[in-house]
């Protein structure tokens, strides 16, 4: 046996296990899908051709081992990975004249889930295909996940749970540390479906499709036909869950059925990584048994990434207030995908390492689930990147971090520009001060002119209104519009003021949180110690010592002085005799008509103790509807767990007077 060859597979064998447990088990990425598809196809075929297969290898594994922190179980039946294929004529002959459905391959994770008596008592994740861990107080806060069926027989059925790219924009814009930011929804619906306080899982907006009835109990007695895949997502749906999105097809039509999936992606706002094929008779799959790792019974069919090849031109590195500085790719311009790009994040050091990268280097470039741009491979591998020594805003000393499996460059200097004007950047921003007419970019020349070294400074510009008037893009009917929303800016409440500090890990929720926990009362908090702050429900011990930790800075504190002595702060005493909504959760959904808006009803619950949820639960108290008779998901799940609906007038006559 060639000895190369050995070394190779035991090579790879062993990438792309630190891959999959960066991936898997701690919510990190330090290579790209593509990589990893291309190292493992790699890897296939050299152990085909030399018969040779490491324990371990991902070609005879499912996933990562399941992490220590929940309860783990054995599944009844191993959940098997699925034969993949890129080739669209390759997927129309699989079907050997036999119908089948067509349906996105969604990404997220895959959860099993068991009925009995009509009530959910268990979900699993797949983990690493044998066993996994047990989630069911995670579960039972998915978005739309029916609690209660009508079927009453055992059922078990399997699915994957989601977040959106929507929802993963906004969680994202909520982590005040860059290097705390999830890289991809996969990552961040990993990470909240393993959570141990279930709500966390809950505020994370899970989304749950069903793809797979596995078994249900008696229900051929009700004359549902159990060997068609297309009948049991019917019954799936008759029964309240939302399945994944599919399509019946036959040779005929099922080229134009890929190209109409195609068309949807750009705008799909569920994450998917392709499509699979699954036989429409559920008996025929069967009888074609299985291999020792993929069923034969579905195939799923990954996009062929359209690839340009391009000249890498610059390595951008690009600073945060956190002091994270992320290396970015500038390449000349491609088309992909109909668009043209001239850029691609490389996320972390560790994956810049993995790519070898060099000025010059030809390199192919992609988008990522026909999204997101991505550098599939360097051609050339001069490996000449240099990583900088020193800030590339303000020439300060950088240092490597290590993060679980990847690797982060920071800058050390804590009065860095970049982190100044990102900082500012938040501090004006909506949910923070809300100073209107402050771009990043004015922000950043205020800087630079020494117009403001520090928050307290933003209510002096008048110190500076002949340079302003005199800047571009500024006048003296700009400047007056830019003090007016200043001074508006002043009168503000403390929840406002803490998020605006950008606390790492401190978002909109976990400021308002802390300010009711301490009456808010800024001084009971500056002196709160981590164990006090760990006790809040909802706070929990690292966002407790970064708040400790930014309250113990003296340089800190003294800003904090400076500012609260420019601000007018609306008083908002906590009377204990207020707290009439004290343990209720609320859900608000439709138009109003005696709030000018959902967030100003939120405000008012929240100030009376209460709770404001954004999907129905068992826990919630009632969900605020002035249309109690729609049809809309949230009046059916409160229908089904009959949680009263009440509209606007019957709240406020019930639980505000």
């Keep these: 046996m060639d000895a190369a060859k050995v070394e190779r597979i035991k090579y790879l064998v062993k990438t792309l296990q630190e891959a999959s447990k960066a991936y898997y088990a701690q919510d990190e990425e330090i290579m790209s899908n593509y990589e990893y598809d291309r190292l493992y196809d790699e890897l296939a075929a050299l152990e085909q051709e030399t018969g040779l297969v490491m324990a371990g290898s991902p070609t005879i594994t499912v996933g990562y081992e399941a992490v220590e922190e929940l309860p783990k179980e054995r599944h009844e039946s191993p959940m098997l990975s699925l034969d993949k294929t890129k080739n669209r004529q390759e997927l129309r002959d699989w079907l050997q004249g036999h119908?089948?459905?067509?349906?996105?391959?969604?990404?997220?994770?895959?959860?099993?889930?068991?009925?009995?008596?009509?009530?959910?008592?268990?979900?699993?994740?797949?983990?690493?295909?044998?066993?996994?861990?047990?989630?069911?107080?995670?579960?039972?806060?998915?978005?739309?996940?029916?609690?209660?069926?009508?079927?009453?027989?055992?059922?078990?059925?399997?699915?994957?749970?989601?977040?959106?790219?929507?929802?993963?924009?906004?969680?994202?814009?909520?982590?005040?540390?860059?290097?705390?930011?999830?890289?991809?929804?996969?990552?961040?619906?990993?990470?909240?479906?393993?959570?141990?306080?279930?709500?966390?899982?809950?505020?994370?907006?899970?989304?749950?499709?069903?793809?797979?009835?596995?078994?249900?109990?008696?229900?051929?007695?009700?004359?549902?036909?159990?060997d068609s895949k297309q009948a049991q997502f019917a019954f799936l749906k008759g029964q309240g869950f939302a399945v994944v999105e599919h399509v019946l097809v036959t040779e005929d039509n099922i080229l134009e059925a890929i190209e109409v999936f195609e068309q949807k992606i750009e705008t799909y706002d569920i994450p998917s990584d392709g499509l699979v094929l699954t036989y429409d008779s559920i008996s025929y799959g069967q009888s074609l048994g299985r291999t020792a790792k993929f069923p034969r019974h579905s195939i799923a069919f990954k996009w062929s990434d359209e690839l340009r090849e391009t000249v890498l031109t610059e390595i951008e590195w690009s600073a945060s207030r956190t002091g994270l500085i992320n290396p970015v790719a500038i390449f000349e311009p491609v088309e992909l995908e109909g668009t043209t790009v001239s850029r691609a994040s490389v996320h972390n050091i560790s994956i810049l390492k993995n790519l070898r990268l060099g000025i010059g280097d030809k390199i192919t470039v992609y988008k990522a689930n026909m999204i997101i741009p991505q550098i599939a491979e360097n051609l050339t591998k001069s490996d000449s990147v240099e990583i900088p020594k020193v800030c590339p805003v303000c020439g300060q000393p950088t240092r490597i971090k290590q993060v679980n499996e990847g690797q982060f460059l920071?800058?050390?200097?804590?009065?860095?520009?970049?982190?100044?004007?990102?900082?500012?950047?938040?501090?004006?921003?909506?949910?923070?001060?809300?100073?209107?007419?402050?771009?990043?970019?004015?922000?950043?020349?205020?800087?630079?002119?020494?117009?403001?070294?520090?928050?307290?400074?933003?209510?002096?510009?008048?110190?500076?209104?002949?340079?302003?008037?005199?800047?571009?893009?500024?006048?003296?009917?700009?400047?007056?519009?830019?003090?007016?929303?200043?001074?508006?800016?002043?009168?503000?409440?403390?929840?406002?003021?803490?998020?605006?500090?950008?606390?790492?890990?401190?978002?909109?929720?976990?400021?308002?949180?802390?300010?009711?926990?301490?009456?808010?009362?800024?001084?009971?908090?500056?002196?709160?110690?981590?164990?006090?702050?760990?006790?809040?429900?909802?706070?929990?011990?690292?966002?407790?010592?970064?708040?400790?930790?930014?309250?113990?800075?003296?340089?800190?504190?003294q800003r904090i002085k400076h500012l609260m002595q420019e601000l007018d702060i609306e008083v908002q005493t906590v009377d204990e005799g207020s707290q009439t909504l004290s343990g209720l959760t609320f859900v608000i959904t439709g138009s109003l008509r005696h709030y000018s808006s959902r967030n100003e009803l939120k405000e008012t619950i929240e100030q009376k103790g209460g709770k404001v949820a954004g999907s129905v639960s068992a826990k919630t108290t009632c969900l605020i509807n002035n249309d109690i008779t729609s049809n809309s998901s949230k009046n059916k799940k409160a229908k089904e767990l009959q949680v009263p609906i009440l509209t606007e007038d019957d709240f406020m006559a019930k639980y505000l007077q």
């Design 99 to 226: 119908p089948a459905l067509l349906s996105w391959k969604l990404d997220g994770l895959t959860i099993v889930l068991t009925y009995r008596d009509g009530q959910l008592i268990k979900a699993v994740t797949r983990g690493n295909g044998e066993i996994g861990e047990v989630i069911t107080a995670n579960a039972r806060t998915f978005k739309d996940l029916p609690l209660n069926i009508a079927f009453r027989g055992e059922m078990v059925l399997r699915g994957e749970a989601v977040i959106s790219y929507s929802d993963f924009e906004r969680i994202n814009q909520e982590i005040a540390d860059e290097s705390a930011k999830y890289k991809n929804p996969r990552n961040l619906c990993s990470g909240s479906v393993r959570q141990l306080n279930n709500e966390v899982t809950a505020k994370r907006n899970v989304q749950f499709y069903a793809f797979q009835l596995v078994s249900a109990q008696g229900l051929e007695q009700e004359s549902a036909n159990l």
């Design 410 to 557: 920071y800058c050390t200097n804590e009065r860095c520009a970049a982190k100044r004007i990102k900082a500012f950047t938040l501090f004006v921003s909506r949910d923070a001060l809300n100073v209107e007419g402050l771009s990043e970019a004015t922000l950043e020349k205020f800087i630079d002119r020494g117009f403001i070294q520090e928050f307290a400074d933003l209510f002096h510009l008048e110190r500076y209104s002949q340079e302003i008037t005199r800047m571009e893009g500024f006048g003296e009917k700009s400047y007056q519009n830019l003090i007016e929303s200043i001074e508006t800016a002043r009168h503000t409440t403390l929840p406002r003021v803490v998020y605006g500090l950008g606390i790492a890990n401190i978002g909109v929720a976990n400021a308002k949180v802390l300010c009711r926990y301490f009456d808010y009362d800024m001084e009971r908090m500056q002196n709160a110690d981590v164990e006090t702050l760990s006790a809040i429900e909802g706070v929990g011990e690292v966002i407790a010592s970064a708040f400790v930790e930014y309250m113990r800075d003296t340089d800190n504190l």
